[in-house]
Each structure stands twice: as C-alpha cells, then as structure tokens.
C-alpha cells in the first residue's frame, strides 16, 4: 500500500497541519477520527487494515484529517476563542485540505467523500450539509451532531453553525443544490456507550427527514459498542454501497 505524510502551512489555522494518505488512487474519501482525535487514529485501530482491499484495488484513496478538538470541543477556555478555533478548522478543511486532497488525488475528481466516527461524524455531516458542492457523499457512524454536549450552556452564531441538529431544522428546503442528493449514510449500534449517540442519530434522521433530505439509516445490534472495531465492520460494509451509488449516477441513462 502506497503511504504518504504531509505537515503542511494552513493560513486559517496560522499552524502546520498533518495529514497522511492511504493508497494511490480511487475515491478520494476524506476520513475524521472519534473526539479528540488525530490524523494517525485511523491507521492506528485498524481502520486503515479494514479497508486495506479497497484501497490496494484503487478504489478508494484515503486522507485521514488531523483535528483542534482539543482547543474546540474539548477545550476548557472561553467559549467564543472554542467556537472560533472550530470554525477556523471547517475553514482550513473547505477551503485548504479538500483542494489539496483533490490535486493529491490526481484531478480525476471534483468532490470527495467523507468518513467519520463518533465527533467525527459530525465533522463530516457538517461538511456535507454546509458545502455540498464539495462532497459526493457521506457515511457517519456512531454520530454526536449537537455542540450543546461540548460547549455546554455557551452558545453563539459559529457554535450553530458547527451543530447540525440546531440548524437543519432552520434550513430552507426550497431550491436546494442538487448536491444534497449526494448518498448519506447514517449508522449507529444500540450497545455499550451508544446511548447519547443513538439518541442523536434518530435526532438527526428525523430531521433530514423533516426537510425531505434522504438519507440511509441503519441501526446495528445491542452487541454494537461505540468502539472502532465495529467502525471498521461498519466502514467496510457501508463503503461499497457508496462506491456503487456512486458508479450507478455516473453512467448515462439509456
């Protein structure tokens, strides 16, 4: 398997972000690990191993994204600099990381698919939601969708834009991009720890719902824990169904 490691500048975030690139060539799907999480998560719990064969036959390419959830969502300082911090990362990721995971990728595609676990499944619904011209798809699992958990009793315009449960239902449905259509995947066990994110997940899909945004839901068994083992199985089993969703728009129409 072709590996690579970037640290390169962000001009939002005014730091060197790592990165590091699984495979050479295929989807470009762009991965976020659980809270706190960092760019070597994924390779680390045998995310990477689990989808070994579909990056090996150049199906996939996979960029797995550092994160600042311990100066956002996790940190313990003012709430505005938190809010601020987390919406200066969805910045670097829209409007540095996914160009470059693109030019990375060869030019072969213009939008990128997302993975996430947990925090990170918000990260990646987030994306979806608020930039679909860049995204072509989505698979969340075991997701926390609200801010409130982390930020607590603070709240403001960037904690709102960074919580999809608070402001899908704010959403006008009229005219939306076509891009929304792109396959959206939501997963969850009913196991060990998944409590608080069942409950967001059945949140989320009732949303999307409200908005008549579809979207696959699947809800694995009470032997299902909030732990990466069961992402792996859940990755690997919802990541050809994408593949194929979207092969199938990609050929014309008789």
Partial sequence: MEIQYYKEPSRFLKREMEFKVFGH???PCLAFACEGGRFYDWEDHGMVAALAPLIDAGKIQLFCADSVDAESWLGSGEGRARSEKQERWFNYLAGELIPRVLALNGGTHNRVA????SLGA?????????????????????GSYSAAPWFGPYHDDLTLRNSPLEYLPLLHTEGLPSTRLAPLFLCCGRGPYEDDFLADTRAMAQALTDRRMPAFVDYWGEDVSHDWPWWAKQAVYFLPQLLQQLTSKAKPSA
């Fill in 25 to 27: 060539s295929g989807l």
């Fill in 114 to 117: 997302l993975l996430g676990c």
């Fill in 122 to 142: 918000c990260h990646a619904l987030n994306l979806y939601l608020r930039r679909p011209e860049l995204v072509c798809g989505a698979i969340c699992l075991s």
